[in-house]
């Protein structure tokens, strides 16, 4: 089964604006991790927020996380086309836990 | 530093046949999980290794199955191919067991195909 849901599931900007990209889950969590997956290939790692922490920040990349909605944002600012690719959010509930995926935003950033 | 390595990148199989895939962890981690991703799904959990033994298990047959060396790499078997089976099968590896910090990388990806 499948924790996360992301929303949308598909975004297409122009290059220059920003991205936003949601993510709601089902129980209680440890951590939240957004990934990028470029053509099916590996997950890199973009960004882990813990439960008690509210926003987080690394390069254009802001985090939001929300647990009494169980709910997260990736804001993605100054979108290039390079950050075409599709978005994971994963959750954990404790440490060494499995990482439960939603099923991916496809971001299309047109030149 | 390297990063999670997989082998091999591409794969085809005949249904029935048995398959292994390879994975090294980053440096420094010991804790290795697999995950199958299906198009246009998102991964996956199939299990966890650490310390040579599997830890945790998803919903996955017992047609799946793990080892993990000493030297933390890992393999991920599946016998009896179906077509069903075709996917990504990522490798993730985590810094030791018990941290709080549980960030996950993961490798390239092997491509399963099976005909």
């Known amino acids: 089964s499948q924790q996360g849901e992301e929303d949308p599931q598909a975004l297409s900007i122009q290059e220059g604006e920003n991205a936003t990209m949601n993510c709601s889950y089902k129980?209680?969590?440890?951590?939240l991790q957004w990934y990028r997956q470029n053509s099916g290939r590996g997950l890199v790692h973009l960004i882990l927020?813990?439960?008690?922490?509210r926003e987080k920040h690394s390069g254009r990349l802001r985090v939001t996380l929300d647990t009494s909605k169980k709910s997260s944002s990736l804001l993605i600012t100054a979108s290039r086309a390079a950050d075409t690719a599709s978005y994971f959010c994963a959750t954990d509930v404790g440490a060494n836990s499995k990482l439960t995926f939603g099923k991916g935003i496809t971001l299309s950033v047109r030149p | 530093d390297a990063g999670v390595t997989q082998s091999p990148t591409h794969l085809i199989k005949t249904r029935g046949q048995q398959v292994t895939l390879r994975c090294s962890p980053k440096s420094g981690h010991d804790t290795v999980s697999w995950y199958q991703q299906a198009l246009g799904q998102g991964p996956q959990f199939i299990f966890q290794y650490y310390e040579e033994e599997e830890r945790q298990r998803g919903n996955f047959p017992d047609r799946f199955s793990g080892h993990q060396f000493p030297n933390y790499s890992s393999e991920l078997n599946v016998n009896a191919l179906l077509l069903g089976d075709s996917a990504l099968y990522l490798c993730?590896?985590?810094?030791?067991?018990?941290?709080?910090?549980?960030?996950?990388?993961f490798g390239q990806g092997t491509r399963l195909t099976v005909v």
């Open positions: 129980t209680s969590i440890n951590n």
């Open positions: 927020i813990r439960s008690n922490e």
């Open positions: 993730a590896s985590s810094p030791i067991q018990g941290s709080t910090n549980t960030e996950a990388f």
